[in-house]
């Protein structure tokens, strides 16, 4: 069954620390429905990327890094 891409937004998580947005991911990824989470780059939710390679492999979820968000002259910033 297809499964869209699933990502934090400010619209429907308020943004914690590391640990906590790193926590969300994991949850997401627990679920069977989940295959694919996008956005994780995203420097308004800070997370551990090592510990979500980790899980990703476990779980057999991908995870999107776009590195030209995370560059200096990215489109996203951490204000929004």
Do not use: W
């Amino acid at each position: 069954a297809y499964s869209p891409p699933r990502g934090l937004h400010a619209q429907n998580y308020k943004s914690g620390s590391v640990k906590e947005n790193t926590s969300a991911y994991l949850n997401a990824m627990k679920h069977p429905c989940v295959k694919v989470l996008g956005h994780c780059d995203n420097p308004q939710f800070p997370v551990d990327y090592e510990t979500l390679a980790v899980a990703a492999k476990e779980f057999g979820v991908i995870f999107e890094i776009n590195e030209a968000s995370l560059a200096p002259y990215g489109y996203r910033t951490s204000r929004g």
